[in-house]
Protein backbone atom coordinates (compact mmCIF):
# COMPACT_ATOMS: atom_id res chain seq x y z
CA UNK A 1 0.00 0.00 0.00
CA UNK A 2 1.18 3.68 -1.14
CA UNK A 3 0.64 5.92 1.63
CA UNK A 4 0.43 9.57 0.73
CA UNK A 5 1.33 12.69 2.34
CA UNK A 6 -1.68 14.52 3.54
CA UNK A 7 0.82 17.81 3.17
CA UNK A 8 1.14 17.10 -0.36
CA UNK A 9 -1.14 14.91 -1.76
CA UNK A 10 1.77 14.65 -4.83
CA UNK A 11 4.23 13.08 -2.68
CA UNK A 12 4.32 9.50 -1.42
CA UNK A 13 5.86 8.48 1.68
CA UNK A 14 9.45 7.17 0.49
CA UNK A 15 10.06 10.65 -0.62
CA UNK A 16 10.34 11.78 2.74
CA UNK A 17 12.24 8.58 4.22
CA UNK A 18 15.53 10.63 2.83
CA UNK A 19 14.56 13.69 4.59
CA UNK A 20 13.83 11.66 7.82
CA UNK A 21 17.30 10.03 7.61
CA UNK A 22 19.60 13.01 7.28
CA UNK A 23 17.99 14.43 10.02
CA UNK A 24 18.15 11.68 12.12
CA UNK A 25 21.97 11.77 10.78
CA UNK A 26 22.40 16.09 11.72
CA UNK A 27 22.84 15.45 15.65
CA UNK A 28 25.84 13.25 14.86
CA UNK A 29 27.84 15.40 12.91
CA UNK A 30 31.84 15.83 14.25
CA UNK A 31 33.88 16.78 11.82
CA UNK A 32 34.21 18.13 8.40
CA UNK A 33 36.73 18.67 5.38
CA UNK A 34 36.05 21.36 2.68
CA UNK A 35 37.49 22.52 -0.24
CA UNK A 36 36.72 25.60 -2.56
CA UNK A 37 37.53 25.66 -6.06
CA UNK A 38 37.20 28.25 -9.40
CA UNK A 39 35.33 27.83 -12.15
CA UNK A 40 36.62 28.53 -15.95
CA UNK A 41 34.80 31.82 -15.28
CA UNK A 42 35.78 32.83 -11.94
CA UNK A 43 37.56 35.98 -11.21
CA UNK A 44 38.15 35.81 -7.52
CA UNK A 45 40.25 32.72 -8.29
CA UNK A 46 38.93 31.26 -4.66
CA UNK A 47 40.82 28.05 -3.76
CA UNK A 48 41.81 25.91 -1.14
CA UNK A 49 41.13 23.29 1.47
CA UNK A 50 39.79 23.62 5.03
CA UNK A 51 38.93 21.50 8.40
CA UNK A 52 36.61 22.02 10.91
CA UNK A 53 34.60 20.20 14.14
CA UNK A 54 31.19 20.45 14.37
CA UNK A 55 29.53 20.92 17.44
CA UNK A 56 26.01 20.09 17.09
CA UNK A 57 23.03 21.62 19.15
CA UNK A 58 19.69 19.93 18.81
CA UNK A 59 16.09 21.05 20.00
CA UNK A 60 13.24 18.46 18.67
CA UNK A 61 12.50 20.85 15.29
CA UNK A 62 16.42 22.78 15.21
CA UNK A 63 20.11 21.35 14.73
CA UNK A 64 22.26 24.16 14.99
CA UNK A 65 25.76 23.87 13.58
CA UNK A 66 28.93 25.73 15.15
CA UNK A 67 31.83 24.60 13.04
CA UNK A 68 35.11 25.75 13.68
CA UNK A 69 38.20 24.92 12.22
CA UNK A 70 40.67 26.47 9.77
CA UNK A 71 41.28 27.12 5.72
CA UNK A 72 44.12 27.02 4.07
CA UNK A 73 43.72 29.64 0.92
CA UNK A 74 45.31 28.52 -2.13
CA UNK A 75 48.55 26.62 -1.47
CA UNK A 76 49.36 28.50 1.21
CA UNK A 77 50.74 26.59 4.80
CA UNK A 78 49.27 29.44 6.40
CA UNK A 79 46.05 28.76 7.72
CA UNK A 80 43.78 31.38 8.51
CA UNK A 81 41.03 30.91 11.42
CA UNK A 82 37.21 29.84 10.28
CA UNK A 83 34.15 29.71 11.80
CA UNK A 84 30.29 29.19 10.68
CA UNK A 85 26.80 29.00 12.17
CA UNK A 86 24.17 26.81 10.53
CA UNK A 87 20.09 26.40 11.53
CA UNK A 88 18.79 23.40 9.99
CA UNK A 89 14.46 23.12 10.27
CA UNK A 90 12.51 20.63 8.57
CA UNK A 91 9.22 20.13 7.33
CA UNK A 92 6.73 17.61 5.92
CA UNK A 93 9.01 16.38 2.66
CA UNK A 94 12.67 18.77 2.72
CA UNK A 95 15.46 20.58 5.02
CA UNK A 96 15.35 24.23 5.39
CA UNK A 97 18.93 25.26 5.78
CA UNK A 98 19.63 29.13 6.93
CA UNK A 99 23.00 30.75 8.21
CA UNK A 100 23.59 33.29 11.25
CA UNK A 101 25.96 35.46 9.83
CA UNK A 102 23.91 38.61 11.42
CA UNK A 103 23.56 36.59 14.57
CA UNK A 104 21.94 33.61 16.19
CA UNK A 105 18.77 35.37 16.68
CA UNK A 106 18.37 36.55 12.76
CA UNK A 107 19.30 33.51 10.67
CA UNK A 108 19.34 34.25 7.29
CA UNK A 109 17.71 31.72 4.93
CA UNK A 110 19.44 29.97 2.29
CA UNK A 111 17.34 27.34 0.72
CA UNK A 112 15.03 24.41 0.91
CA UNK A 113 16.77 21.29 0.15
CA UNK A 114 14.20 18.64 -1.38
CA UNK A 115 14.84 15.06 -2.49
CA UNK A 116 15.13 14.53 -6.25
CA UNK A 117 16.33 10.98 -5.53
CA UNK A 118 17.21 7.63 -2.73
CA UNK A 119 20.55 9.32 -1.65
CA UNK A 120 20.22 13.42 -2.98
CA UNK A 121 18.37 16.52 -1.83
CA UNK A 122 18.40 19.60 -3.83
CA UNK A 123 17.73 23.41 -3.43
CA UNK A 124 15.19 24.41 -5.80
CA UNK A 125 15.26 27.97 -5.92
CA UNK A 126 18.96 29.61 -5.26
CA UNK A 127 19.73 31.87 -2.98
CA UNK A 128 20.63 35.06 -4.26
CA UNK A 129 23.50 37.12 -2.37
CA UNK A 130 23.57 40.77 -4.28
CA UNK A 131 24.31 39.84 -7.54
CA UNK A 132 25.77 36.08 -6.68
CA UNK A 133 23.89 33.10 -6.76
CA UNK A 134 24.35 30.01 -4.25
CA UNK A 135 23.03 26.62 -5.21
CA UNK A 136 23.45 23.92 -3.45
CA UNK A 137 23.11 19.83 -3.12
CA UNK A 138 23.21 17.00 -0.55
CA UNK A 139 24.29 13.75 -0.99
CA UNK A 140 23.82 11.02 1.69
CA UNK A 141 26.97 9.22 2.44
CA UNK A 142 28.21 6.33 4.24
CA UNK A 143 29.80 8.11 7.04
CA UNK A 144 27.74 11.52 6.90
CA UNK A 145 26.85 13.74 3.67
CA UNK A 146 28.29 16.01 1.78
CA UNK A 147 26.94 19.69 1.04
CA UNK A 148 27.76 21.09 -2.48
CA UNK A 149 27.69 24.84 -3.39
CA UNK A 150 28.21 26.46 -7.19
CA UNK A 151 28.08 30.14 -6.75
CA UNK A 152 27.59 31.88 -9.52
CA UNK A 153 27.00 35.92 -10.22
CA UNK A 154 29.46 38.99 -12.05
CA UNK A 155 32.83 37.99 -10.68
CA UNK A 156 32.31 34.45 -9.11
CA UNK A 157 32.31 30.79 -10.24
CA UNK A 158 33.18 28.49 -7.42
CA UNK A 159 32.30 24.95 -6.80
CA UNK A 160 32.53 24.60 -2.61
CA UNK A 161 32.58 21.16 -1.68
CA UNK A 162 31.63 20.08 1.56
CA UNK A 163 31.51 16.45 3.59
CA UNK A 164 30.33 16.20 6.79
CA UNK A 165 30.92 13.17 9.33
CA UNK A 166 29.54 11.49 12.18
CA UNK A 167 31.04 9.95 14.98
CA UNK A 168 29.04 6.84 14.69
CA UNK A 169 26.07 5.49 11.69
CA UNK A 170 22.38 6.01 13.62
CA UNK A 171 20.82 2.72 12.46
Known amino acids: MLMVNLIDPSMTASDC ?13 TYLVFQAAP ?14 QVSVESTSDTRRFVESGQFWPGDSSV ?7 Y ?3 RDAASLLLSHERLGRGSPVFLLRLARVDDATLEGGEP ?5 DQYRATLRLTDDGFSLDWVVTGPLK ?15
Not at 39 to 52: C, D, K, N, Y
Not at 157 to 171: A, F, N, T
Open 79 to 85: PVAVRNA
Open 17 to 29: DLVDLIWSRLPHI
Open 39 to 52: GHASRTLWRGRGEA
Open 157 to 171: DERLSHHYMMKSIPR
Open 127 to 131: HQCAL
Open 87 to 89: LWR
